[in-house]
Nanobody, 126 residues
C-alpha cells in the first residue's frame, strides 16, 4: 500500500519560514518524480514545484521562485519543501504527489499524478 505522509505545516507570520516533509512508503521512490501542490480555500489545486527522479532537475512556479526549495533523499524516501519569506498568499493546504510516467516535464497537471498525501495546512498571518 502506497502512502505519502506530509508533515511540517503550521501557522507562521509573514516573512517567516517553514519546512514541509513528505515521507513515502510502498513504492519504488526513485522511480517517481515528486511534486508539491497547494490548494487555498475556494481555489483550484495549484502546482508549486517538482523534482525529478534522481533529484537533478527542479521546476518552480514563478510565484515561489527564489523563496521555495524542493529537495529529495532517495535513501530515506523523503521529499522536502523549504519555504522562506512566506506571505499570506502562500496560505493553503500543501500536498505532495508522485508521478511515474509523465507526458511532459514538468508535470503540472494534477490529474497525471499516481499518488497523493493527505495534505498539511500552512497558514501565513499578516
Amino acid at each position: 500500500q502506497v502512502q505519502l505522509v506530509e508533515s511540517g505545516g503550521g501557522l507562521v507570520q509573514a516573512g517567516g519560514s517553514l519546512r514541509l516533509s513528505c515521507a513515502a512508503s510502498g513504492l519504488t521512490f526513485g522511480s517517481y518524480a515528486m511534486t508539491w501542490f497547494r490548494q487555498a480555500p475556494g481555489k483550484e489545486r495549484e502546482f508549486v514545484t517538482t523534482i525529478s527522479r534522481g533529484g537533478y532537475e527542479e521546476y518552480y512556479v514563478d510565484s515561489v521562485k527564489g523563496r521555495f526549495t524542493i529537495s529529495r533523499d532517495n535513501t530515506k524516501n523523503t521529499v522536502s519543501l523549504q519555504m522562506n519569506s512566506l506571505t499570506p498568499e502562500d496560505t493553503a493546504v500543501y500536498f505532495c504527489a508522485a508521478v511515474r510516467r509523465q507526458t511532459r516535464w514538468p508535470a503540472r497537471n494534477w490529474t497525471e499524478y499516481d499518488y497523493w498525501g493527505q495534505g498539511t495546512q500552512v497558514t501565513v498571518s499578516s
